[in-house]
């Protein structure tokens, strides 16, 4: 309760406009490049210099012949899953002056995601990038989204296995463990009557050596609070969209206002999907609730523009006093 409500709570008191949004999302490209940077320095010794802080190893880990740097972040996936849900922000700034910031962020931003040789980060790039995409059809998402969980029924019923096991057979990078993902989900729904009314606090004894490493958010709600706690979750993740997409509905946002909206909707899709390869915590848990207090802020940067325009272009709302000065006759 403190970590969620306390970051969610800070953020939302920090995101008044579209100027802070904007400054966050320069913030992020102007740290990003020395982070970069310190993930270069780590994937060509193999050792991490933020080790003398503690808490990360000094000699970065090798699997099937590749690095996973991971820098000042608790894992890996994390360093990589970060960085990829960060990006969709930056695309808005290509179209104005501040492109060559937007590029040097993209870059560094995927050369983290390289560097950490993990698939769930390539695979949020990914995702990501089909996102974005979408974007010319984004007043026709209710029936693609219709048409894509329909598909996942059918193919349910076509295929050999359950549809969760397509996630074994996605591999995007030498020793991913799609499979150790698979059996999670599978275990956590054949172990329903275990977990759904309070939870489980010891999933190893279902005698799935898997559940030993719960890589998938959703399950790990689940376990940490029954099938009410996953419900509620999903519940803020769908309310989380309806926002974006009122948003997106408002007839009075500029073009790059509109974009960077849509791509904070980009941004949610991608931890969506990343929650099926990872579950959150150190970093990770900051960003979701920043990503959460951006989407709950929409409605309050794009009123604060609107008031903000009444009052001649000034950057600061002004009082209902002075509202009435800059709208009377002369």
């Known amino acids: 309760m403190f970590v969620g409500l306390g970051m969610y709570l800070f953020f939302r008191c920090v995101l008044r406009n579209w100027e802070d949004f904007e400054r966050l999302v320069m913030g992020f490209i102007v740290v990003g490049m020395p982070v970069a940077v310190a993930?270069?320095?780590?994937?060509?010794?193999g050792r991490n210099a933020f080790s003398v802080f503690g808490g990360v190893p000094e000699i970065t880990l090798v699997r099937e012949g590749r690095l996973r740097c991971q820098g000042a972040f608790a894992h890996a996936i994390l360093a990589g899953c970060f960085w990829a849900s960060v990006m969709p922000w930056m695309a808005p700034l290509l179209g104005d002056k501040r492109r060559w910031f937007a590029v040097a962020g993209l870059l560094a931003s995927l050369f983290i995601v390289?560097?950490?040789?993990s698939s769930t980060p390539v695979m949020a790039v990914v995702f990501g990038l089909v996102g974005m995409a979408f974007y010319p059809l984004r007043g026709h998402l209710r029936p693609i989204r219709y048409a894509f969980f329909s598909s996942l029924v059918v193919l349910h019923f076509i295929m050999k296995g359950p549809v969760w096991s397509l996630i074994a057979r996605i591999s995007a990078v030498a020793?991913?463990?799609?499979?150790?993902?698979?059996?999670?989900m599978d275990a956590t729904i054949n172990n329903f009557s275990k977990w759904w009314l309070l939870g489980e606090p010891?999933?190893?004894?279902?005698?799935?050596w898997n559940m030993r490493d719960i890589t998938n958010q959703y399950v790990l709600e689940g376990l940490q609070g029954g099938l009410l706690t996953l419900v509620i979750f999903v519940a803020c993740i769908a309310v989380a969209f309806g926002i974006v997409g009122k948003a997106l509905r408002r007839p009075d946002s500029s073009a790059q206002e509109h974009l960077f909206i849509y791509t904070i909707g980009v941004s949610l899709f991608v931890h969506v999907w990343s929650f099926f390869g990872v579950s959150y915590f150190s970093q990770m848990l900051m960003l979701w609730y920043l990503t959460l207090a951006i989407v709950g802020s929409l409605e309050c940067m794009c009123a604060n523009k609107q008031a903000c325009t009444v009052n001649g272009g000034s950057s600061h709302v002004g009082t209902k006093a002075?509202?009435?000065?800059?709208?009377?006759?002369?």
């Open 39 to 45: 993930f270069a320095i780590e994937w060509t010794t």
């Open 114 to 117: 390289v560097a950490s040789s």
């Open 175 to 184: 020793g991913s463990t799609g499979w150790h993902r698979y059996k999670v």
């Open 202 to 208: 010891d999933p190893m004894s279902w005698g799935v």
């Open 322 to 330: 002075d509202t009435s000065d800059a709208t009377a006759p002369g």
